[in-house]
């Protein structure tokens, strides 16, 4: 499920029942029709333990125009402008300067069910993060498995995961891995990324300091690109194996999981 964190004041807003749509400016979190939200209030913006989960929200229908063309019965259910004067002013301190009348607006609109107001886990808390991303592949091609750990900005690690992937390359693994530990913080609305992997093609290639010449890694590194332009900001770094520990355990954790259960049968 992805989250979407609105300041205190909108929050209050949806909880009453007057904030029904959200407007994205190059969709970062790629929401779509029937998409489940959960929706966290930022009671204070510089407290994150003082966030909290207010409810849950279910997009019911997205509108795609651009920003220059929105009226005023766009602004029911969200916020009202004045002026496109006022609106464009408004965005480009949201997104910055790439923010333009021509650029395309997705007016996302939702239901929403309060709950009682779950605490938030640390994960949701990030609005800034490291992400450590791994993959591997026993037999290159063979056997192959990805993770990804997500970190406070002290290296704390706050939510770790990895995925079983089937028969693929060393390569491949280590995009997936980038795949994987970016869309899950994209889920948590976390927008700003340094990502940290032990891959120096991968890093390379998605920095575009080298180019893609395998056909069959192309279009897993035009979705990861997809990906991190999605971000208000990623860096990527190359580290060396012995930094990366946390991840490589995990990669290896499942895949020797894999073997015990074909042992098994």
């Not at 651009?66 to 602004?75: R, S």
């Not at 002290?154 to 028969?167: A, L, N, P, R």
Request: hydrophobic fraction near 35%; glycine fraction near 6%; charged fraction near 30%.
């Amino acid at each position: 499920m992805k989250t979407l964190k609105f300041d205190h004041n909108f929050a209050d807003q949806i909880l009453r029942g007057e904030k029904t749509s959200t407007w994205r400016l190059f969709d970062d979190k790629d929401l779509s029709v029937n998409d489940l939200l959960k929706i966290v209030d930022k009671v204070d913006p510089d407290k994150p333990d003082s966030w909290k989960v207010i409810g849950q929200a279910k997009v019911t229908e997205i509108v795609e125009k651009k920003l220059g063309d929105v009226t005023l019965e766009d602004m029911k259910g969200h916020q009202f402008f004045g002026s496109q004067e006022e609106m464009l002013e408004y965005y480009q301190r949201v997104y910055g300067k790439r923010a333009s009348l021509e650029t395309p607006v997705k007016m996302v609109f939702f239901s929403f069910v309060p709950t009682a107001g779950d605490a938030a886990t640390p994960a949701m808390l990030l609005e800034e993060a490291k992400l450590y991303t791994d993959g591997g592949s026993r037999g290159n091609p063979g056997e192959s498995a990805c993770a990804y750990a997500i970190c406070k900005m002290d290296d704390t690690v706050v939510e770790k995961s990895g995925y079983y992937i089937g028969i693929a390359t060393n390569n491949q693994a280590e995009y997936y891995g980038f795949k994987q530990g970016l869309e899950r913080c994209r889920e948590l609305g976390i927008d700003k990324i340094d990502l940290f992997s032990d891959s120096e093609l991968v890093v390379n290639q998605v920095n575009g300091t080298y180019k893609v010449k395998n056909q069959e890694l192309a279009p897993l590194h035009q979705e990861v690109k997809a990906l991190v332009d999605s971000f208000e900001k990623v860096t990527i770094t190359h580290i060396p194996r012995e930094l990366n520990k946390i991840t490589d355990h995990e990669v290896n954790r499942i895949l020797d999981q894999q073997q015990r259960i074909k042992n098994q049968h």
